[in-house]
């Protein structure tokens, strides 16, 4: 026969592994170091620059003909 376990504890225990599962994805998702996070703000940067410099401008559009 199986053992009786009171239904409160049960319930800590299960709780106690969402609460687990739901830290592994935060570590996945958020768990970056400080560095990672510099390097992919300068990627996005520099994409900015790059497309911000390729823009066209009202006065750019007026020198060329239609």
């Given at each position: 026969?199986?053992?009786?376990?009171?239904?409160?504890?049960?319930?800590?225990?299960?709780?106690?592994?969402?609460?687990?599962?739901?830290?592994?994805?935060?570590?996945?998702?958020?768990?970056?170091?400080?560095?990672?996070?510099?390097?992919?703000?300068?990627?996005k940067?520099?994409?900015?620059?790059?497309?911000?410099?390729?823009?066209?401008?009202?006065?750019?559009?007026?020198?060329e003909?239609?």
């Open positions: 026969m199986a053992d009786i376990i009171p239904f409160r504890r049960a319930k800590k225990v299960l709780a106690r592994k969402k609460a687990e599962t739901k830290a592994i994805e935060n570590r996945a998702a958020f768990g970056r170091t400080k560095g990672e996070k510099q390097a992919d703000q300068a990627r940067d520099k994409i900015d620059r790059v497309l911000n410099g390729a823009q066209l401008t009202r006065a750019d559009q007026a020198d003909p239609a």
